[in-house]
């Protein structure tokens, strides 16, 4: 592993403090594991003319156009050519879980958020933040400045995961904010009703969205390393369970396992792309996800 | 099922603590948050099922383990075999001792004796209180409970071995007996024993467990004192050509020596014949070197001629140091007396009938020269009348003619005193009602009836057994005397035997040929056919010579006759210990009441009362060595002599296997055979108070343990 792809581990931007800096290594680690990727050198400038139809900004008519062919087209912007995104952030408590005491679900999240910030902002794609948590909290709107990075990752530093969580409500709510088609990349742990996040993930796939779902579990949660007896609690809801961890773990992971495959199945079905990650995945999973979902777009 | 500490058995209600512990005290399980919770909510009902049920297992081994501590350590012990009531209840106890005269047998500075007295004494002092001991040996008698343990203790110390032993089986059958009049329930008969076979013959097994069938409990244990691999040389018991012989012959005496020993080399020892002379002394009379090698036996024979008239006694020894001196010496006597004289008496011409006779029981050769053991006299029938046979041991009528009835029965008072008669009939019968007469039928088998003819020369003598003395020289080669080469062509048969005649010897067809008829202290040898036949004549049949020119067999049948008709071969001089020595009289001794018997190691004890008619009976005959009996002095002067033996039963030192002596028990089980204290304690110990479950408890306690261990650490497994 080259000195710049190490910082594809987790553990190793874990000790990185400033985001921004996490954001740069975690890309430039993965673009130079890219040089022979089919993705290497695709084009950002890219523009046309359209034919305009009602709804479009008047402002937004190419009067030139007009003037040579007496007909309205609309000049359309770099921006639409590229994607937009919105980094969707769970703030649930549970994503400030941490098995091993080294990154939260949320840090992992907010990291992979960063990076692709960072690609997107590169690549001119505009992008945006919102954080939820029962409800949309903090959101900001997509640009393709390069200002838009710093700001970005200033709120993502900013916010902190804690309390109740409703994925559904504020996916929907996130639905009817979006005016054009966008890539919603949502980086939660769903640990929330299957069917009602899966509902509002088909919805904003109704909408015309691409939704990528960034499915962040803790390692622990993937592997369950227990044993003896434990009690475990849920901190959201502060149940208690008290059970004997060895002779549970089978039935655990058999559990994880089905409510992944739920999601994996029906993602695949609405055409969602769905990206199980834990907390001790190299993050490029999550970069090559964004790459071709972009691939297809363009 | 007993405990040694039954009050820790209270220990077992410590089996509350893990209860209470379980209760109230219940381990916190580590904690942890787990945001994935709602997923594993839906499997937990299960999970809390099986967590119970390993609590409650994990209870269980905990209870289980504290309840088997307490158990273990109150020492519980399960009874196996006939143990009653607690370790420390009296019992009745029967010390049964070998004390054959092979428990001599040293090693170590130590006879088995002593090791079994050892032994003994060290059991006395680990018998309950207030228990019943009752101490047996081979030498038999009553026995009885002692009134206290130190009374067992001085009766054990006393023990000594005795040369006429009984066997163990008969004195573990004395022990049943005795079991049987103890009250206590707790019996027990414990054997010292050196192992040997002989001390177990199967013959009395049956009694034996007829007798113990008899208590409803016995303990027994066998407590072997026995040496695996002895070392020994022995003697067999001497046998002698004859015990009572004339001055003219020789006395052949033979032994078996051998040697046991776990070593494989040949052995020589020197083999010794001593005789007593006038003063009492030993003498040496020959010497004997033999190669021995371990388990073989060889024969040594010594032969000795020019033996005084009188009682001769000697001891044969075998030199060289052993184990076992007991068997190491063997005594013999025998009687010498003047030659017996013999009256042939024939019709004429009396010489030609009497030549075979003479010649094979005098040969000239041996006559000539004064070696014969007999002196014969040869007689016309017809002067039988008027000769006076009152100098004769025995007088032989040789094919007979008719006899005057003074002759008769001048003939029955001579064998009325204790003599003998030979009666050979052949062709001067004549007329059978010549021998019919009321004299006659006093002597004869009976009436004679009809010549028989076998002119064939098919038929000939077949003794069924030889068990008769006068056929007793047959028996070593019994099945090679070649008897059909000495055919009988006539015989003379009897109708209505006397009721007293029995059939010494049957020709081959089942005819009876020789009878013998005792009549008072004497008896009457009756052949039916001629001994001696004229040569001349055609015979009546071959027995001289026979077909084969072989006279040897004749020769030794008219000797055995003739040991048998002068009283030669009644003589018995050489007993084995404990048995009751018989002594003849001679005719001409006046009886008497009083005898002194000079036993070994110079004994002296009157005999009294113990001589009936012209016998005399001895039965202190419990030492070894050589004995003599005395009374009076001048020429009505008694001196017989006899010895005894150990016999070789006795000393042998053939161990017995456990499985044969399972057979010698049948159904009574008994405890194997315990060497040292340790083993008796312990065997004594698993049947009397039962075997203890300590260490078998402790194993299934550390195994209790070690699964409380382990589940209790895949419950409670500490975080790394």
Redesign the interface.
Same mark, same amino acid.
């Given at each position: 592993m080259s000195s710049v792809e190490r910082y594809l581990q987790p553990s190793v931007i874990n000790q990185i403090k400033r985001l921004d800096l996490r954001a740069q290594f975690i890309v430039k680690g993965f673009l130079h594991g890219l040089h022979a990727s089919p993705f290497h050198g695709f084009s950002v400038e890219f523009s046309e003319h359209r034919k305009y139809t009602p709804g479009d900004d008047p402002k937004d008519i190419d009067w030139l156009i007009y003037a040579k062919t007496d007909k309205y087209y609309v000049k359309k912007f770099e921006a639409e050519t590229n994607i937009t995104g919105y980094l969707a952030m769970d703030l649930s408590?549970?994503m400030a879980?941490t098995?091993r005491q080294e990154l939260t679900k949320f840090d992992y999240a907010v990291c992979l958020a960063a990076a692709l910030c960072y690609l997107m902002i590169h690549q001119q794609d505009p992008v945006g933040v919102v954080a939820f948590d029962t409800r949309i909290r903090r959101s900001l709107a997509p640009k393709a400045r390069r200002s838009q990075l710093a700001q970005v990752l200033s709120l993502l530093a900013s916010i902190r995961p804690a309390g109740q969580t409703d994925i559904a409500q504020s996916l929907n709510q996130l639905a009817a904010m979006l005016r054009h088609a966008s890539l919603v990349m949502l980086f939660s742990?769903l #640990?929330a009703d299957p069917e009602g996040v899966l509902q509002a993930l088909y919805r904003l796939r109704h909408g015309g969205h691409d939704v990528i779902v960034f499915h962040v579990?803790?390692e622990?949660?993937a592997r369950f390393p227990?044993?003896?007896?434990?009690?475990?609690?849920?901190?959201?809801?502060r149940?208690r #369970?008290?059970?004997?961890a060895?002779?549970?773990r089978a039935?655990?992971l058999s559990?994880?396992e089905s409510?992944r495959q739920r999601y994996r199945r029906e993602c695949a079905q609405a055409r969602i792309d769905y990206v199980p990650l834990d907390t001790s995945m190299r993050f490029d999973r999550a970069l090559m996800e964004y790459l071709q979902r972009r691939s297809v777009r363009s | 099922m007993t405990f040694v500490n039954a009050t820790l058995l209270a220990g077992a209600a410590m089996v509350a603590l893990p209860i209470i512990l379980h209760l109230i005290m219940r381990?916190?399980?580590?904690?942890?948050?787990?945001?994935?919770?709602?997923?594993?909510?839906?499997?937990?009902e299960?999970?809390?099922r099986?967590?119970r049920l390993?609590h409650l297992l994990l209870l269980a081994l905990r209870a289980a383990a504290i309840c088997l501590l307490a158990f273990a350590l109150s020492r519980p012990s399960v009874q196996f075999g006939s143990g009653v009531g607690s370790r420390e209840a009296p019992v009745a106890a029967v010390l049964v001792f070998d004390t054959a005269p092979r428990m001599q047998y040293r090693q170590g500075n130590q006879t088995r004796l002593e090791a079994a007295r050892e032994m003994a004494l060290w059991l006395l002092g680990q018998l309950p209180a207030d228990s019943q001991v009752a101490v047996l040996d081979s030498r038999g008698g009553p026995g009885a409970f002692h009134a206290d343990i130190a009374t067992a203790r001085q009766r054990i110390e006393r023990l000594e071995t005795t040369p006429a032993a009984r066997s163990l089986t008969e004195t573990v059958e004395d022990a049943a007996q005795l079991l049987r009049q103890s009250e206590l329930d707790r019996k027990e008969i414990y054997v010292f024993t050196d192992q040997c076979r002989a001390a177990w013959p199967s013959a009395a097994a049956a009694r034996m467990q007829a007798r113990l069938a008899d208590l409803r409990d016995v303990g027994i244990y066998l407590i072997d004192v026995g040496i695996e691999q002895p070392t020994n040389t022995f003697l067999g018991l001497p046998r002698l050509s004859a015990q009572a012989m004339s001055t003219n012959g020789s006395l052949v005496a033979y032994t078996e020596v051998g040697l046991i020993s776990p070593a494989a080399a040949t052995e020589t020892r020197a083999v010794e014949l001593y005789l007593l002379d006038d003063q009492g002394q030993l003498r040496r009379a020959g010497v004997e070197t033999v190669e021995l090698k371990p388990g073989e036996t060889r024969q040594v024979e010594f032969r000795i001629g020019s033996l005084p008239i009188g009682v001769q006694q000697g001891v044969i020894r075998v030199l060289g140091q052993d184990g076992l001196p007991a068997d190491d010496e063997r005594y013999f006597t025998v009687s010498v007396q003047k030659p017996w004289t013999i009256l042939l008496a024939a019709p004429a011409p009396a010489d030609e009938y009497a030549y075979f006779v003479r010649n094979a029981l005098a040969p000239d050769t041996a006559r000539l020269r004064g070696q014969s053991r007999f002196v014969c006299t040869v007689l016309d029938q017809r002067r039988l009348l008027d000769h006076n046979l009152q100098s004769y041991s025995s007088v032989w009528l040789l094919d007979p003619a008719p006899l005057d009835p003074v002759a008769w029965k001048n003939l029955a008072d001579f064998v009325a005193e204790g003599r003998g008669v030979g009666i050979f009939l052949g062709r001067n019968v004549g007329r059978v009602d010549a021998f019919a007469g009321t004299a006659a039928l006093e002597l004869l088998p009976g009436r004679p009836s009809l010549q028989a003819r076998r002119p064939n020369g098919d038929f000939y003598f077949a003794p069924r057994d030889y068990e008769h003395p006068v056929l007793a020289v047959f028996r070593p080669v019994a099945g090679t005397v070649p008897w059909q080469a000495f055919p009988v062509f006539r015989f003379w048969q009897f109708e209505e035997l006397a009721p007293n005649t029995t059939v010494i010897l049957e020709g081959n067809d089942g005819s009876p040929l020789f009878y013998e008829r005792p009549l008072g202290a004497g008896r009457v040898l009756t052949l039916a056919t001629p001994l001696s036949d004229r040569p001349d004549a055609k015979a009546w049949n071959l027995l001289p010579v026979g077909v084969i020119d072989n006279a040897a067999p004749f020769v030794m049948l008219c000797h055995q006759m003739a040991d048998y008709l002068v009283g030669a071969a009644d003589e018995m001089l050489n007993y084995t210990c404990g048995q009751t020595a018989v002594l003849n009289l001679a005719p001409s001794v006046q009886p008497r009441r009083s005898f002194l018997l000079i036993a070994p190691g110079d004994l002296r004890m009157p005999l009294s009362g113990e001589s009936s008619g012209n016998r005399i009976a001895v039965s202190a005959t419990e030492q070894p060595g050589n004995y003599r009996v005395v009374a009076g002095g001048g020429d009505d002067a008694v001196d017989l002599g006899f010895s005894a033996n150990i016999a070789p039963e006795q000393t042998e030192l053939d161990r017995i296997s456990l499985d044969e002596l399972k057979e010698v028990f049948g159904p009574f089980s008994f405890q194997p055979p315990a060497r040292s204290q340790e083993q008796i304690e312990r065997v004594v110990s698993g049947t009397r108070v039962g075997r203890e479950l300590f260490g078998l408890i402790l194993v299934i306690l550390a195994g209790v343990l070690a699964a409380e261990y382990l589940t209790a650490n895949?419950?409670?497994?500490?975080?790394e």
């Open positions: 408590r549970s879980y098995y742990d #640990l579990i803790d622990a949660e227990f044993d003896g007896m434990v009690e475990l609690e849920d901190p959201e809801s149940q #369970l008290t059970l004997d060895d002779a549970f039935d655990y559990a994880i409510f | 381990r916190k399980p580590r904690y942890f948050e787990f945001p994935a919770l709602r997923l594993v909510q839906q499997r937990h299960t999970n809390q099986r967590l390993r895949r419950f409670y497994r500490d975080a």
